[in-house]
């Protein structure tokens, strides 16, 4: 099953855009990648997911390289809010089943 | 919608016991997993669900059972309670639908908190 790495904490000044890498090498070409945020102990929250093709929502932006070994995800404006643990996660290919990370701890700073 | 609920919220169990966290999802989704969160740590896929009947292992399944007889509800199972098995317990919900859609997303319960001594 792919793995996905991610650095383990991030500062960014509120109002910034905040850039949270992700490295997924192993992945599959058919390999969903998502994003989901977990605020304090509440339960994950989902953000946004993408297979090859840069996405964006409401919420964020998912900017996938092309050899899709990694992926970033892009908060444009971060506010205290934002400030969550973020997952980057890949789904098993063919199945419905999502192998979580360690995260990456974001604080927002004002 | 309530979404996915859970209970208990929180749960002491002594060594060796045995308990049933409860899950239902009122959503009419087909996918639902269990999920357990060690402190300072991710989440770790327990079992999972594709339908009524239907469940299978994820990466952490030793310890646990589950069973799926209606779509709504996807209990978990402890059986002999050991304190490696104290954490946050995740259950949540996943409409069916193509890969590259909004049905991709999946509801989390708030947890339920689970202290074995």
């Known amino acids: 099953d792919a793995k996905t790495t991610q650095p383990p904490s991030m500062d960014c000044a509120e109002g910034r855009a905040a850039n949270l890498p992700c490295n997924h090498s192993t992945i599959s070409g058919n390999e969903y990648v998502y994003w989901y945020r977990q605020i304090h102990s509440q339960g994950p929250q989902y953000i946004i997911h993408?297979?090859?093709n840069n996405e964006t929502n409401e919420m964020a932006s998912l900017i996938i390289t092309e050899d899709r070994k990694s992926s970033t995800l892009i908060l444009p404006h971060a506010t205290l809010r934002d400030t969550a643990v973020y997952y980057c996660?890949?789904?098993?290919?063919?199945?419905?089943?999502?192998?979580f990370g360690t995260g990456t701890r974001l604080k927002v700073l004002a | 919608n309530a979404g996915v609920t859970q209970t208990p919220k929180f749960r002491i169990l002594k060594i060796g016991q045995s308990m049933t966290l409860q899950c239902a999802q009122d959503m009419n989704h087909n996918y639902m997993y269990w999920y357990r969160q060690d402190p300072g740590m991710g989440l770790k896929l327990i079992y999972y669900?594709?339908?009524?009947?239907?469940?299978d292992k994820g990466e952490v399944p030793n310890g646990y059972n589950v069973s799926r007889s209606t779509t709504e509800d996807f209990p978990l199972r402890l059986e002999l309670a050991a304190p490696s098995q104290t954490s946050v317990y995740f259950c949540a919900s996943q409409g069916q639908g193509p890969f590259h859609s909004s049905y991709n997303e999946q509801f989390f319960g708030p947890g339920t908190r689970l202290t074995v001594l």
């Open positions: 669900s594709v339908g009524a009947g239907i469940t």
């Open positions: 993408g297979l090859k």
């Open positions: 996660i890949v789904r098993v290919a063919g199945t419905y089943k999502y192998i």
